[in-house]
């Protein structure tokens, strides 16, 4: 075969291997592998035979053309940068994060004693019904103990719900912007998500309502919502959930409750007598200092967390996060000191934000929302470099905005510190 010709068949190959590595994962199927195999060997004498690059795309792709489809249409969560890989990636002796919105105090000292004494026996697995913790928390919430689902975190008991109740072409409900494991987790399962815009930054649940179809599944709330820090009031929920079908999950997110002090709040668990598609989940992450332990809960009507436990691991609670979690609910004054001490913190902080000028959200939870002129990314890689981890909120759509968790004292003034030495 004449050279030219031979150049013009590479070519040909090369431009269907590009081809291939840009279309859709669906449509990379092995039928297209199997039809470059046939065109490779009638085009390309043997020995001449050359790799095009094609044959090993489909190769090195055939897991993931195997996998489910929804996966490639789902962003990674990215989480806040731990602090070690902080101070190794810029060389730096101290850290501090303030971007996940953690307890920066730690659990009480009775409830470190009870995680030491439950590591004596993490030879043996966890109760996968995680009985005393359930006993605990039935009485303190006044519900059954078969009302409770626990979960590997509040993150986990999200994931429950979608698993549950969502099929593929689906709908689910959410605010724009929300916590994202709501979409990840529906989007997953193959769902439509609808996410509805906050209406100057509070849940406006009257276009919630008008989008909700014959598909819609569940509706997401997070009370209050991460980012925006706002909560729903009580009425404002109660009609809402009225005014909705009874067969669409209400899935109340109420990570921040421990924080919040507004007197019309109200208490969302009270409703689920009444309204059997509610689900409300609270988690030990935030206030109680265990996000490290992951551990958090569902409160539902008995039936909907049997449909929950029954997509549930077995063992997806640890034994020291149960040890851990029955030691916080016997210590609420130390708790009470936290969340007294994250609000007086929170306004030291808006102080000092008034004094810089700097606009900023108050929220009602364990982090507030500040509003900068430099893009939010900017900022964030400016703030890494003094050793301050926030979060950037672009990823949640909002480029001018960073979200900061309250920390101890003097994390808080370092930060204020360094934000007042940037122009930004
Ligand atoms: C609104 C909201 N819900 C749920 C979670 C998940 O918390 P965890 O899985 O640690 O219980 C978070 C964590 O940031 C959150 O902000």
Redesign the pocket.
């Known amino acids: 075969m004449a050279v030219p010709a031979i150049e013009k068949l590479r070519s040909l190959a090369r431009r269907q291997a590009f081809h291939l590595k840009w279309m859709t994962p669906q449509r990379q199927t092995v039928r297209e592998a199997l039809r470059l195999r046939v065109f490779n060997t009638l085009y390309w004498p043997s020995g001449i035979n050359e790799n095009t690059g094609a044959e090993n795309f489909m190769e090195k792709n055939v897991m993931k053309n195997a996998a489910k489809k929804p996966i490639f249409q789902v962003k990674p969560y990215v989480p806040g940068r731990p602090i070690e890989e902080v101070k190794r990636e810029y060389g730096l002796k101290s850290v501090i994060k303030l971007a996940?919105?953690e307890n920066p105090y730690g659990p009480s000292p009775k409830v470190m004693a009870a995680i030491k004494k439950a590591a004596l026996g993490v030879n043996r697995y966890p109760d996968g019904g995680c009985f005393i913790l359930r006993q605990e928390l039935a009485k303190r919430l006044k519900v059954g103990p078969d009302q409770l689902v626990f979960?590997?975190?509040?993150?986990?008991t999200?994931v429950l719900a979608v698993k549950a109740f969502v099929q593929e072409g689906d709908e689910v409900i959410i605010a724009q912007p929300?916590?994202l494991?709501y979409e990840i987790a529906s989007r997953l399962a193959g769902a439509a998500v609808k996410a509805v815009a906050l209406n100057g930054f509070n849940y406006d649940l009257n276009a919630m309502r008008v989008a909700v179809t014959a598909k819609t599944r569940i509706i997401f709330l997070?009370n209050?919502?991460?980012p925006a820090g706002s909560y729903i009031p009580r009425d404002a929920w109660e009609n809402f959930i009225r005014s909705v079908r009874k067969d669409i999950l209400i899935f109340i997110?109420e990570?921040?409750f421990e924080f919040v002090d507004a007197p019309d709040y109200g208490d969302s668990i009270t409703l689920i007598k009444s309204y059997k598609n509610v689900v409300v989940?609270r988690?030990?992450?935030?206030m109680y200092g265990l996000?490290g332990l992951?551990?958090?809960y569902a409160v539902a009507d008995a039936q909907v967390a049997d449909i929950l436990n029954r997509v549930r691991e077995p063992f997806n609670v640890n034994s020291l996060a149960q040890a851990a979690a029955v030691a916080c609910l016997k210590d609420s004054a130390f708790y009470r000191r936290i969340a007294k001490e994250s609000a007086a913190q929170r306004e030291w902080i808006y102080g000092e934000l008034d004094k810089l000028g700097v606009e900023y959200r108050r929220t009602f939870t364990n982090f507030v929302l500040i509003k900068t002129k430099l893009p939010a990314a900017d900022l964030s890689k400016q703030l890494l470099r003094q050793g301050v981890i926030i979060r950037d909120m672009s990823a949640w759509g909002l480029d001018h905005y960073i979200r900061v968790s309250i920390g101890k004292p003097a994390e808080n003034k370092r930060f204020i510190k360094i934000l007042g030495s940037l122009s930004f």
């Open positions: 996940s919105n979960g590997n975190g509040s993150d986990e999200i929300t916590f494991v997070g209050p919502d991460n997110d990570a921040y989940s988690t030990f992450s935030k996000a992951r551990i958090g």
